[in-house]
């Protein structure tokens, strides 16, 4: 009896040194179970300048997953801005593979890339590229026109749109009439109009102020939460880095760094 008790008391003890030495379970986080949403393998971009060849984009690799806020951190040059012309569809590479929810963007051609832009991801420039003489209202309607989203559909999401970034009570003045940092919200309620899976924002914060700037970092924030949707994002100011989920430093076409 007693070496049965004593031989309980061993083996209890080493199963609680088992359970105090195992690891603590990883929680899973969205990225590492989802299915990307934009993959990037191996992608090189050259030009051809006279005679010599240009090698902007030299071997990139990049996953982008659902519902990130992603920043391609870089000097002028670096590449960053080839690189999310290349994930748009804007242009091809010279070498390696572009996938966006499975499809081949480095294969296709123009007119079924145009085809996906238009349905499924949307566009942020530095520029705003807002229509001078069209009202807010009437320039987030103009992309959902472009869109060939029915008709009836137009006033509660354009509405919403510009609800979302703070804006509903300026829907109807002119670019000119805004602040560049409402201009900028706007713009942003242009490109998620139509409801894209992936927004491009090409230095979407660089004519604002620091004030301005985290304002619209933080509707990037809200527009990730709720319209499922995942921004990639150009910068090379580091005070707006910390609220991005993944920061990829550029340098002379590569990733360095984590």
Known sequence: MLSWLSRSSTAEKASEQEDAQAPEPVALNKASVAEPLLTVRGVERSFDVGSQKIRVLKGINLNLYPQQLVMLRGRSGSGKTTLMNLMGGLDTPTGGEIHFKGRPFHIWNDDKRTEVR????????????????????????????????????????????????????????????????????????????????????DEPT????????????????????????????????????????????????VFVGK
Not at 179 to 185: A, D, I, P
Not at 223 to 238: F, G, L
Not at 242 to 247: G, K, P, R, S, T
């Open 118 to 201: 238009r349905q499924d991801i949307g566009f942020i420039f530095q520029a705003y590229a807002l229509m001078p003489l069209l009202s807010a209202y009437e320039n987030v309607e103009l992309s959902m026109r472009m869109a060939k989203i029915h008709r009836s559909e137009w006033k509660a999401r354009v509405t919403s749109c510009l609800d979302l970034v703070g804006l509903s009570k300026r829907m109807h003045h002119r670019p000119f009439e805004l602040s560049g940092g409402e201009q900028q919200r706007v713009a942003i309620a242009k490109a998620i109009a139509h409801r894209p899976s992936l927004l491009l924002a």
């Open 206 to 253: 660089a004519e604002l102020d620091s004030q301005m700037a985290a304002q619209v970092m933080q509707v990037f924030k809200e527009i990730v939460a709720s319209e499922n949707v995942t921004i990639c994002m150009t910068t090379h100011d580091p005070t707006i880095m910390e609220v991005a989920d993944h920061v990829y430093e550029m340098v002379d076409g």
